[in-house]
C-alpha cells in the first residue's frame, strides 16, 4: 500500500523555520482552499516566524474590527501624501473617508453601471472577436471609469493603468511574507517611485486645471442661462470635490483634494482588472455555470447574474488574505482552545478567502451557491478600512464581466498569464 501523502500541516512543521514561509506561499498558491479547510479544522491560527496565519470566520472579523491593535502599518512606507489609507480610525481617516463616501454619491450608480456597460460594450464591438481582456479591456474599462466618472482627465489610460499598476504591486506584493529576491524588491520599488513621482505632478497639474475651471465656472455663472438652454455642467467626482468648499477647520484643502484623487486612481485599475478577468476565467472554465451565467445576462434584472460573480470571486478573490501590523500584544479568540497570544509588532495574515469557506458563516461553503448572504463576504475588505469604491466596485465588476458574457461563442485561448503576482494577458475569442 503506498503512503499516506503527508498533510499539508505536516509538511510545514517538518519544514526548517527558515524555509517555512516559503513551503506555506507554495502551497496557498497552489491549492488554498484545501489548505485553508485544514487551517480550520486542526491549526486556525499557525504562527510563523514571519507571520501569524489566521483562518476562521470569527478571528478575522475580530481582528479586522480592531484597527488600533491590527494596523495598516506595513502600508505606511508605501503610499505618499499622508493618505487615508495608512491611517488607522483616526481623524484624517475619519474624515477624509467620509467625504470622499459622500462625493461619491450612490445615487450615481445606475448611471454609473450605464457608463461601464456603454465603455465595455464599445471596446468588445471594436475588437472584432479577439482581444487581450487585461490590457485591452479589464483594465481600460476601469481606466475610462477614471478618467470620465472620477474626472482624471488629460492623461493617457495607459499611463493611468501603470500608476495604478506599479502601486499595487509594491503595497500588496512587497511585503516581508512575500517571497522575492531583493532584485526583484528592489525593481518594484524603484518602479513604483519612478511612476509615483510622475503621478505626482500629474495630479498637481489636474488640480491647477480644475481650480481654473471651477473659479471660470463661478465668474462665468450668471450669464450661462444667456447662452446655453441645457443647464448641466460638466459634473465628475474631482470637480465635485473642487466645487465643495470646506471651511479651514475641516483641513481638506487642495492638497487633500490632490491625495484623494490619486487615491481614486490607485485603487481601481488594477483591482478591478484582477476580478473582472479571473472571474470571467471562472465562468469560461466551468461550461454550465457560464450558461447559467449568460441566462442571467439577459436578464434586465442584474441581480441574479451579480449574485453569480460575488460567488464566483469567493472561489477567486484578488487576494486570499488582509495583513496587519500589531500595536501592542493581543491574545486573539480567548477562552477558546485555540487562543493565542500575538506578540507586539507581529505581521497577521488575516485569510479573508479562508473565511469565505467557513461552515459557520457559509452553509455547504465548497459548493457553488449563486445568491448567498451578502454581507459575508470580504470581496471588498472588512471594518473601519472597507473599501472605499466598494459600491461603484459593485456594479463596475458586473457589467464588465456580463458583457463579455453575453458575446457569442466566446471561447477562451489558454488561461490567464500572470506577471508574478497580477494577471498580465488573456486571450479571448468570440464570433465578432
Ligand atoms: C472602484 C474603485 C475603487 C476604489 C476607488 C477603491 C479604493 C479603496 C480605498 C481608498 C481603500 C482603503 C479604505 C480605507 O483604508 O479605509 C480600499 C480598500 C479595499 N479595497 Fe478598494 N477600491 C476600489 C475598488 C476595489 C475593488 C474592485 C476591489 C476588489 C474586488 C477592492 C478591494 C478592496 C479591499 C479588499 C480593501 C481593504 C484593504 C484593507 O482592509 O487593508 N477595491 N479600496
Not at 15 to 29: D, G, T, Y
Not at 274 to 301: G, H, M
Request: glycine fraction near 6%; include cysteine; proline fraction near 5%.
Amino acid at each position: 500500500m503506498a503512503p499516506k501523502p503527508m498533510s499539508y500541516l505536516d509538511r510545514v512543521d517538518n519544514e526548517p523555520a527558515e524555509s517555512r514561509l516559503k513551503l506555506v506561499r507554495e502551497i496557498m498558491a497552489g491549492e488554498p482552499l484545501a489548505f485553508f479547510q485544514e487551517l480550520r479544522d486542526r491549526r486556525p491560527i499557525l504562527v510563523l516566524p514571519e507571520c501569524v496565519l489566521v483562518a476562521l470566520f470569527d478571528d478575522v472579523i475580530e481582528l479586522l474590527n480592531m484597527p488600533k491593535v491590527f494596523t495598516v502599518r506595513l502600508y505606511e512606507p508605501k503610499m505618499a501624501n499622508s493618505y487615508l489609507m495608512m491611517h488607522d480610525d483616526d481623524a484624517l481617516h475619519y474624515r477624509e473617508k467620509s467625504i470622499m463616501q459622500g462625493l461619491l454619491n450612490r445615487d450615481d450608480l445606475p448611471q454609473v453601471r450605464k457608463m461601464v456597460a456603454d465603455i465595455g460594450r464599445d471596446i468588445l464591438e471594436k475588437a472584432s472577436g479577439k482581444i487581450d481582456a487585461v490590457g485591452e479591456y479589464c483594465r481600460m474599462v476601469p481606466a475610462t471609469i477614471v478618467r470620465d466618472y472620477f474626472g482624471l482627465i488629460g492623461m493617457h489610460r495607459k499611463d493611468l493603468m501603470e500608476w495604478s499598476y506599479w502601486a499595487q504591486v509594491d503595497t500588496f506584493y512587497n511585503q516581508p511574507f512575500d517571497i522575492a529576491t531583493p532584485e526583484e524588491r528592489r525593481r518594484i520599488e524603484e518602479s513604483h517611485a519612478a511612476s509615483g513621482e510622475k503621478l505626482g505632478k500629474y495630479i498637481t497639474a489636474l488640480i491647477v486645471t480644475k481650480a481654473l475651471t471651477a473659479k471660470l465656472e463661478w465668474l462665468l455663472a450668471p450669464f450661462r442661462k444667456m447662452w446655453r438652454r441645457d443647464k448641466r455642467v460638466a459634473d465628475d467626482i474631482v470637480t465635485r470635490m473642487m466645487r465643495t468648499k470646506f471651511p479651514d477647520s475641516v483641513n481638506f484643502d487642495l492638497q487633500r483634494v490632490g491625495a484623494n484623487a490619486g487615491g481614486l486612481l490607485i485603487g481601481t485599475i488594477e483591482t478591478t482588472a484582477q476580478a473582472t478577468v479571473q472571474t470571467i476565467q471562472f465562468l469560461l472554465e466551468r461550461p454550465e455555470l457560464l450558461e447559467q451565467a449568460r441566462n442571467a445576462a439577459k436578464s434586465e434584472d442584474t441581480s441574479t447574474f451579480d449574485g453569480i460573480v460575488w460567488e464566483a470571486l469567493r472561489f477567486v478573490p484578488i487576494s486570499p488574505y488582509m495583513f496587519r501590523q500589531t500595536s501592542q500584544e493581543y491574545t486573539l479568540a480567548k477562552g477558546t482552545e485555540r487562543e493565542t497570544v500575538i506578540p507586539a509588532s507581529t505581521n497577521v495574515l488575516a485569510l479573508t478567502q479562508s473565511a469565505m469557506f467557513d461552515a459557520k458563516a457559509f452553509e455547504s461553503p465548497e459548493e457553488f451557491q449563486a445568491g448567498r448572504n451578502w454581507y459575508h463576504y470580504f470581496t471588498f475588505g472588512y471594518g473601519s478600512h472597507e473599501c472605499l469604491g466598494k459600491y461603484v466596485g459593485m456594479v463596475m465588476i458586473p457589467e464588465i464581466v456580463r458583457q463579455v458574457v453575453l458575446l457569442p461563442e466566446l471561447r477562451a485561448e489558454g488561461k490567464i498569464v500572470y506577471d508574478g503576482h497580477m494577471p498580465k494577458s488573456y486571450a479571448l475569442a468570440w464570433r465578432g
